[in-house]
Structures are given as C-alpha cells and as structure tokens.
C-alpha cells in the first residue's frame, strides 16, 4: 500500500519569495507521482507529474518537482510566488496495474501568498 | 472536447433520501473513479473502473453503488444518505493503458445532507 505525508497544512509566503511544499511518500514498487491544484471552489488540476526518466520535472505556472529516491520525496518548489498562486496543493503517489491508477492523497498544504 | 462533467454541482438531501451523482467524460478513458474530499483528509477513493462492466471498491465504499454499462459514464449512487456522507465529490479518469497516468478531474459536486 502506499501513503503521501504532506508537511504543513498551511504554508505563507511573500510575493516574490521562493515556495516549497514538502511531500514525502512510501510505496512497494516504484511510484508515479504527481502534483495538483486547487483553487477555490473549483476540481483539481494537474501541475506536474513524475512516472520515469528525468527526475526533475517541470510543470504549468513555473513549478517544478525532484524526484528524490533515497529521501522518499517529491518537493514541490517555484523560485518567486506570485499572488495566483495562492491554492491548495495536493501531492499524490499512484502505482499503475494495467488499466488501474488508484491514487492515493496527501491532505494538501494550502499555500498563501502576502504582498 | 468537454473532458469530465458532473452533475449536479450542489444538492442537499434529507437523511434518508437517495440520489445519483452523474459523472461523464468524453476522452475514450477506461479508467474512472470517484472521490470524496472532506477538510483536512485529501480526498479519498471511493469506487473506481477499469472498464465498462468493472468496479471495484476503493477506501471509503459504504454507503454508495457504482456501476459502468458505458465508457463514457461512471454515475455514484447514494442508496440512503446520512450526514456522515456531506462532502465534495470529485470523478476523475485516465488512460494508463494508453501511456496517460494522471487522471482528469470534473468540477465536482457539493453535496450536503441534513
């Protein structure tokens, strides 16, 4: 079974400060991992994803995530927040079985930004 | 292309009462599942399908029915809903057959039951 530990249900950052969210996972076989976001009132929408090859992956809005082995993590960063960041993050580790890819969540880190 | 729909976007219910949760997607997707996300727990599966005809049950299955009779339809059935059962519900699909792993979400349904 796998898990997503997401450090910091809240984190507040300047405009124009760098962002990190932290996200560690455990899984049996090797993962495929993803970053999505949130905004208000709306679904989820994919910001990256790490399934194999390159471990630093880039995604939409300048983020990008390293995929870390031996740490167990896939942090999220971007170099300089922007107001329209502000969301929630959600990271999670899905293990793929055929047509199957059960995602399994971590319980998000909502991420402010102040001018 | 729509992508996933859902329907309705908000419903209250009485404890007791049953209703269906339609969810669509218009992406030829096999994969297609349905979360519920409550504060401060992520969102967490409920059922999920591989394929028309196939389900099976995710974390959190009691209380709701799925069925798949189509590739494009996953509706989640409320047999009699109870508080315990107000959230946001979210279907989502992919294609990890076909290479995509990440799955595609709809705008979600805020459900409440009193």
């Known amino acids: 079974a796998q898990s997503v530990t997401q450090l910091g249900s809240h984190v507040s950052v300047s405009e124009g400060a760098l962002v990190l969210l932290r996200c560690n996972y455990s899984s049996s076989v090797p993962p495929y991992l993803f970053w999505y976001v949130q905004y208000p009132n709306q679904g989820l929408q994919l910001l990256l994803k790490y399934t194999t090859g390159a471990t630093l992956v880039k995604g939409i809005n300048g983020f990008e995530a390293e995929f870390k082995k031996s740490e167990t993590s896939f942090h999220l960063t971007k170099p300089s927040a922007h107001m329209s960041d502000a969301a929630e993050y959600f990271c999670?580790?899905?293990?793929?079985?055929?047509?199957?890819?059960?995602?399994?969540f971590g319980t998000g880190t909502r991420l402010q930004v102040t001018l | 292309n729509a992508g996933v729909t859902q329907t309705p976007k908000f419903q209250v219910l009485k404890t007791g009462q049953s209703m269906t949760l339609q969810c669509a997607q218009d992406m030829n997707h096999e994969y297609m599942s349905w979360y519920r996300q409550d504060p401060g727990m992520g969102l967490r599966l409920i059922h999920y399908s591989v394929g028309a005809g196939i389900t099976d049950q995710g974390e959190v299955p009691n209380g709701y029915n799925v069925s798949r009779s189509t590739t494009e339809d996953f509706p989640l059935r409320l047999l009699s809903a109870a508080p315990s059962q107000t959230s946001v519900y979210f279907c989502?699909?992919?294609?990890?057959?076909?290479?995509?792993?990440?799955?595609?979400f709809g705008p979600g349904t805020r459900l409440t039951v009193t």
């Open positions: 989502a699909s992919s294609s990890p057959g076909r290479g995509t792993y990440e799955q595609y």
């Open positions: 999670a580790v899905s293990v793929i079985t055929g047509t199957a890819s059960k995602l399994t």
